[in-house]
């Protein structure tokens, strides 16, 4: 016969792994928060423009606001990656080196 399964054992389990990601999750929103520079801005202002994020409907708006989202993260990468890593657009290092082979992963 099998061993029966401890189902409290695995809940309490999957719980703090909740507990955990949402913390992670907490902690990742600070950090957006302060590498932005909107930690400059007062609460009120903060959760004001959040929440008119979070209305907007318009979706060019928001494609914009993604892709400049997109292009912040990016910027961020090649400021903190290693050498060999950089310039993922094809962009040479210096004028005149070739180009990476990693430049055409096509991830833009």
């Known amino acids: 016969m099998r ?3 401890d189902f409290d054992a695995e809940l309490k389990a999957l719980e703090e792994k909740g507990r ?3 913390t992670r999750k907490v902690q990742q929103l600070g950090e957006l928060v302060i590498s932005t520079g909107a930690d400059q801005l007062s609460t009120d202002e903060l959760a004001g423009a959040l929440i008119a ?4 409907k318009d979706t060019a708006k928001r494609e ?3 892709k400049r989202g997109a ?3 990016e910027s961020r990468s090649r400021l ?3 050498a060999s ?3 993922l657009r094809g962009a040479p290092a210096q004028p005149g080196s070739p180009k990476s ?3 055409g992963d096509g991830s833009q």
């Open 101 to 103: 082979p990693e430049s």
């Open 53 to 56: 994020l979070a209305e907007t």
């Open 71 to 73: 292009m912040f993260f």
């Open 3 to 5: 061993k029966p399964r």
């Open 64 to 66: 914009a606001w993604a």
């Open 20 to 22: 955990e990601l949402k």
């Open 85 to 87: 890593r950089r310039n």
């Open 80 to 82: 903190f990656a290693p």
